[in-house]
């Protein structure tokens, strides 16, 4: 399981926090060589219990180490020294609590010394005391074999740290940097390693560290390589993980490394939990030998690197499976901060340019570092396989990466152009498959003065407007800080018709035009601008002027046109665009109707010219209408004028097509007239028909929009005796409809009357022939029983009231007709050209 890792030179805040005095700060050199890192089978595990000191101040141990063979007072194991560790045990546990984690350690060759349990982590000097203690038995142990067989330099006096659980935890870490504070141990090495498990800090006020627990006077002095390792479980329902990383955030003076194991609880790192324990604790969700078997894992490689100085062991202990900057573990979270943390060794430095710490802005400065593994081992001799990273910066600022020379000295370049003036500290970071070291040197960075431009620039404001203006045109830092405004003051002239805002960053200021009208006179302002950057105050102060640039301000509606009234076909009117619109500058208004000067807009005709809008009715057209007009000064955007209206109507006499009113039409036939096409009104008004008929000959009457008219059956002739009247409410028109009837041709209508017999072979045969044309026929046949009676005469005479021609023709029968016989007439029309019959 990965998480998010306090990455050295991740955080800013703890570049800013970083105390010079750390860095060179006096360790005692470490001893070296160290001893090897034990390769072999597990040793067997033998222990002890002792005591140093008498009445009160003695001191009550459990030893633990690598033996000749397991069990109590076990011959000590011969292949050291060995490495060790003073454990102190949380709050009320006994020295046999710690045996199952002790043994973890002593099989991989760390003898450990377990102390009683604390309840308060406060006590530094008491504490101190105790390990104190711890070390002078160690000491015991190493001068002879009388308490212990084989123990006779077999412990390494140089090579030891400190560990604990729960409130024990929290006293080890308490204690680690005043190991110098104790006289009784002249020139011993002090303590270069810690690791806590379950760490406890409840003892502990809220803003409790160092400085104010440690007694007055005492000088805070951690170890190289200054970095711990802090064991908790996800499931420790006593220290809670976040409380113990708060801790180990608050000093920038120690390097940390912070697991959390997954299902592990506060009370399964000791031997056994008490029933009170319990309550107070989460059930683990994974068993004591796991979550003892994964604290060793990592315990064990991170005291081979602390106390053996085996730089390969440091992947492991600090969770680096897959690479060196990756952190990762599948069985817990990690988190941590190594800035402080020292796991190499310098032995020289060479910085250019030297002999001195000022550095221009020209300047590019090499700081050059010869190193070492704590082991001793030259750079020019780790393992081409391993990671090295340099890493640069000026605090304050982005790091960037550095290099290796061609003899693996660190190497930084740092160019002074971009980085502020003032006192500033360069870091030189080199890692080593992820393992840090950090080193500061403090330097001055030299000010430049400002370069203020030449000539200076002058502040143009458009009138009645604003314009922003960059500090950076009046002056540059040759340093590479931005130029800031610090003050602006109008110091002369039309003070009154401007202001000045400065923004909330200061790189530039807003100046504003603020008289009405136009006011063009300008004003001089003096404006002190100052270099970015808090560590030198590089300022000036500069005089220019402010102008103000005229602008050609758009036209301004300043009323509405109220309505223009007009009346039909009657004169024009017209309207001064100025009585409504007006120009600052007072140019002469332009204007226009859909882009045109001149034109037709619905009733009206519209002409302007010379900032004059004139209006004619158009004829015969009335009604309301909007004129809408954009006038501008040629110049800007134009606004809109709405010119609103309205044209009386007239009454304007009806149009009449007299045309329409002469008609002909056939004999017998009908037609139909649209009145539209008789008459209308161009008003539109809705016309009036009616009709006055007095005529037998012709009739006349009105289907909605049309009249017919038709004639009398076989009339034809002339008649004007209809009037046709159409109105539209207040004038009439009343007109003769002259009607011409023409003649068209009939056919005539023969009947047999009878037929008179005179005697058996003749008789007299009385016909009729009515035709409505009064014509006499010219020609008659008649057949009796088919055949053609020849050289007959007839007799006739005409009635011209019924336009009857009575008829009476003597005919003899065919001398074949015996008995019935059939008689047929028929008469020619001549104008028609067709024959009418009757028979009988």
Not at 365 to 385: Q, Y
Request: aromatic share 8%; with cysteine.
């Amino acid at each position: 399981m990965q998480a998010a890792s306090l990455r050295c030179l991740a955080v800013v805040g703890l570049f800013l926090l970083v105390p010079l005095h750390s860095a060179f700060a006096e360790h005692p050199n470490e001893t070296v060589p160290f001893p090897s890192k034990h390769e072999g089978v597990d040793f067997p595990v033998g222990y002890i219990t002792g005591h140093q000191g008498e009445g009160e101040a003695q001191t009550h141990m459990q030893v633990i180490y690598p033996a000749m063979e397991d069990g109590f007072e076990a011959d000590m194991a011969g292949n050291g020294p060995f490495t060790w560790v003073q454990f102190i045990g949380d709050d009320g546990e006994d020295i046999e609590q710690y045996t199952l984690l002790a043994t973890s350690l002593a099989k991989r060759g760390h003898i450990v010394v377990v102390h009683a349990g604390v309840s308060d982590a406060t006590d530094f000097d008491e504490l101190l005391s105790q390990i104190e203690s711890g070390y002078e038995f160690m000491v015991s142990l190493n001068a002879s074999n009388e308490a212990l067989m084989g123990s006779f330099g077999q412990i390494d006096l140089d090579h030891w740290g400190l560990g604990g659980h729960g409130h024990g935890a929290a006293a080890a870490y308490g204690v680690l940097p005043f190991w110098n504070e104790r006289s009784a141990t002249p020139n011993a090495q002090p303590p270069r390693a810690v690791f806590g498990l379950g760490a406890d800090f409840s003892s502990w006020g809220e803003a409790d560290h160092w400085a104010s627990l440690a007694p007055e006077g005492w000088i805070i002095d951690v170890p190289k390589p200054s970095t711990g390792l802090f064991v908790t479980g996800t499931l420790d329902g006593v220290a809670e993980f976040n409380d113990v990383t708060a801790v180990l955030n608050a000093t920038d003076e120690f390097g940390w490394h912070a697991m959390q194991l997954l299902g592990a609880n506060h009370y399964q790192f000791q031997e056994s939990t008490s029933f009170f324990e319990s309550l107070a604790d989460e059930d683990a969700a994974i068993t004591q030998q796991e979550q003892i078997e994964r604290t060793s894992e990592h315990v064990v490689p991170y005291l081979d690197l602390a106390l053996r100085g085996d730089h390969e062991s440091f992947r492991i202990a600090f969770n680096r499976p897959d690479d060196a900057n990756t952190l990762s573990d599948e069985d817990a979270y990690v988190q941590e901060n190594l800035l402080p943390s020292q796991f190499l060794n310098e032995v020289s430095q060479i910085i250019a340019p030297s002999n001195t710490s000022n550095f221009s802005t020209q300047d590019t400065v090499n700081w050059r570092i010869n190193w070492t593994l704590r082991d001793g081992t030259p750079s020019d001799n780790v393992s081409s396989t391993w990671l090295i990273e340099i890493e640069c910066q000026v605090l304050g600022m982005p790091s960037f990466a550095g290099s290796l020379t061609n003899n693996k000295e660190a190497e930084c370049l740092y160019p002074m152009a971009d980085v502020p003036p003032g006192e500033q500290v360069f870091l030189l970071q080199i890692r080593v498959e992820g393992a840090p070291m950090t080193l500061y040197h403090p330097f001055n960075r030299t000010d430049t003065p400002l370069l203020f431009t030449t000539p200076i620039p002058t502040i143009d404001v458009e009138q009645r407007g604003s314009l922003v203006v960059e500090a950076a045109s009046f002056a540059t830092d040759p340093d590479g800080q931005d130029v800031l405004f610090v003050g602006a003051d109008l110091i002369g002239g039309a003070i009154g018709n401007f202001s000045i805002s400065i923004d909330s960053t200061g790189e530039s200021l807003t100046v504003t035009h603020t008289a009405p009208g136009e006011y063009v006179d300008g004003a001089d302002v003096l404006l002190k601008v100052r270099a970015a950057g808090d560590g030198v105050i590089d300022e000036g102060e500069v005089t220019t002027i402010i102008r103000v640039v005229p602008v050609d301000d758009p036209v301004v509606v300043e009323s509405t046109v109220p309505m223009q009234n007009m009346v039909e076909d009657g004169p024009s009117i017209s309207i001064t665009l100025k009585d409504f619109v007006t120009d600052p500058e007072d140019e002469e208004l332009m204007a226009s109707v859909s882009g045109e000067t001149q034109g037709f807009y619905g009733p009206i005709e519209f002409t302007i010219s010379e900032g004059v809008l004139s209006m004619t009715p158009r004829e015969n057209m009335h009604g309301a209408s909007i004129l809408h007009l954009l006038v501008s000064d040629g110049v800007n955007t134009p606004v809109e004028l709405d010119v609103p209206l309205y044209i009386e109507p007239l009454n304007d006499p009806l149009t009449v097509n007299s045309s329409y009113w002469n008609i002909e039409l056939l004999e017998d036939e009908a037609i139909a007239l649209n009145l539209s096409e008789m008459a209308w009104d161009i008003d539109g008004d809705v016309l009036f028909w009616t009709i006055m008929d007095q005529s037998t000959n012709v009739d006349v009457v009105r289907a909605a929009s049309q009249i017919l008219i038709s004639g009398a059956m076989d009339y034809s002739g002339f008649d004007n005796s209809i009037y046709l009247n159409v109105s539209d409410g207040e004038m009439t028109h009343s007109a003769l409809l002259n009607i011409t009837v023409l003649p068209q041709p009939d056919a005539p209508l023969v009947t047999i009357k009878e037929l008179n017999s005179v005697d058996d072979r003749s008789g007299g045969l009385m016909w009729w022939v009515y035709d409505p044309d009064g014509a006499i026929p010219s020609e008659a046949n008649i057949s009796v029983n088919g055949t053609m009676l020849e050289n007959l005469s007839h007799s006739c005479s005409f009635d011209s009231s019924s336009s009857t021609n009575r008829c009476l023709t003597f005919i003899e029968y065919p001398s074949d007709a015996n008995g019935t016989v059939e008689i047929r007439v028929a008469v020619i029309d001549g104008d028609l050209g067709i024959e009418s019959v009757s028979y009988m």
